[in-house]
Antibody
Framework: QVTLKESGPVLVKPTETLTLTCTVS??????????VSWIRQPPGKALEWLGH???????SYSTSLNSRLSISKDTSKGQVVLTLTNMGPVDTGTYYC????????????????????WGQGTLVTVSS | EIVLTQSPGTLSLSPGEGATLSCRAS???????LAWYQQKPGQAPRLLIY???SRATGIPDRFSGSGSGTDFTLTISRLEPEDFAVYYC?????????FGQGTKVEIK
């Protein structure tokens, strides 16, 4: 059974650094076909992709957050950590982690990639 | 960065009716990397369609996806009460993922 669960502070002050942990179970972060992504959603707004990390430690970040965002993993603990510096009110929202699956479509010989499992999300509020 | 534009913003329909949701990309998208998600209030998104047209595990066959290039469509053949939700398309290219702004399917 695959699960992901986000944990971290619910309230952060402006200019502080946010650290969130995604703890996964039911799969290994060393699996070559898998990765973990972070996504957030401001209240009442759309989903925003933040970044991801794959089993080979390859990372990618949203260009709008690239200078503030860092993602790392501890494979032995089954954890992926998001660090977002210099938090502001616009960073308020629900933060999700999701598993990325990459698989080969044998009918087309193309690779497929998508988010098949999501955590429940954690609401982070930025306020003094 | 590829921008995904979903239309309409809101779709007001009755149970039993069909729904057609559009997702248009600013540049050509690989269909292999085009997915659709459903989100209900207070819940995490759920994968519906991947590879533009493949249903995820456990997704009813009233949901179908199609399209290629820059134009993709999610079709719900007959709306059930549990289908009223917000739907997002998503694409992956050049190591970056983007989501559309969502289409809300509401009860008329």
């Amino acid at each position: 059974q695959v699960t992901l669960k986000e944990s971290g502070p619910v309230l952060v002050k402006p200019t502080e650094t946010l650290t969130l942990t995604c703890t996964v179970s039911g799969f290994s972060l060393s699996n070559a076909e898998m990765g973990v992504s972070w996504i957030r959603q401001p209240p009442g707004k759309a989903l925003e992709w933040l970044g991801h990390i794959f089993s080979n430690d390859k990372k990618s970040y949203s260009t709008s957050l690239n200078s503030r965002l860092s993602i790392s993993k501890d494979t032995s603990k089954g954890q992926v950590v998001l660090t977002l510096t210099n938090m502001g009110p616009v960073d308020t929202g629900t933060y999700y982690c999701a598993r990325i699956v990459t698989s080969l479509d044998v009918s087309t010989a193309y690779f497929l990639s998508y988010f098949d499992y999501w955590g429940q999300g954690t609401l982070v509020t930025v306020s003094s | 960065e590829i921008v995904l534009t979903q239309s309409p913003g809101t779709l007001s329909l009755s149970p039993g009716e069909g729904a057609t949701l559009s997702c248009r990309a600013s540049h050509i998208v690989s269909a292999s990397y085009l997915a659709w998600y459903q989100q209900k209030p207070g819940q995490a998104p759920r994968l519906l369609i991947y590879g533009a047209s493949s249903r995820a595990t456990g997704i009813p066959d009233r949901f179908s996806g199609s399209g290629s290039g820059t134009d993709f469509t999610l079709t719900i053949s007959r709306l059930e009460p549990e289908d009223f939700a917000v739907y997002y398309c998503q694409q992956y290219g050049n190591s970056v993922w983007t989501f559309g702004q969502g289409t809300k399917v509401e009860i008329k």
